[in-house]
Nanobody, 115 residues
Framework: VQLEESGGGEVQPGGSLRLSCAASGTIFSTFAMAWYRQAPGKQREFVARIINGGEKNYASAVQGRFTIYRDNDKNIAYLQMNDLKPEDTAVYYC??????????WGNGTLVTVSS
């Protein structure tokens, strides 16, 4: 499985961005797709997840501001980020977990929220 993120950039506080994660390879065994982020000097942390069947989970820090969704026909996962805050600044990574519990990661896309 190969994952490629896009859509990062610099935005002012209160702005919006949409991240995309294009998946290729053995995607039929996908259990869930998720987004994680890693801010400078901090550990990677969970942001949002969408499980086959549609269940979604969010970190409390982004609940109500971020939305994860998938286009199954195009094999793309999205993260719509609204009302961005400086503390959202991080490299955002796409993650895919298959039914065997194996994780795959993209190379990340940088999001900078600054005035």
């Amino acid at each position: 499985v190969q994952l490629e993120e896009s859509g990062g950039g610099e935005v002012q506080p209160g702005g919006s961005l949409r991240l995309s994660c294009a998946a290729s390879g053995t995607i039929f065994s996908t259990f869930a797709m998720a987004w994680y982020r890693q801010a400078p000097g901090k550990q990677r942390e969970f942001v949002a997840r969408i499980i086959n069947g549609g269940e979604k989970n969010y970190a409390s820090a982004v609940q109500g501001r971020f939305t994860i969704y998938r286009d199954n026909d195009k094999n793309i996962a999205y993260l719509q980020m609204n009302d961005l805050k400086p503390e959202d600044t991080a490299v955002y990574y796409c993650n895919e977990r298959n039914y065997f519990g194996t994780d795959f990661w993209g190379n990340g896309t940088l999001v900078t929220v600054s005035s």
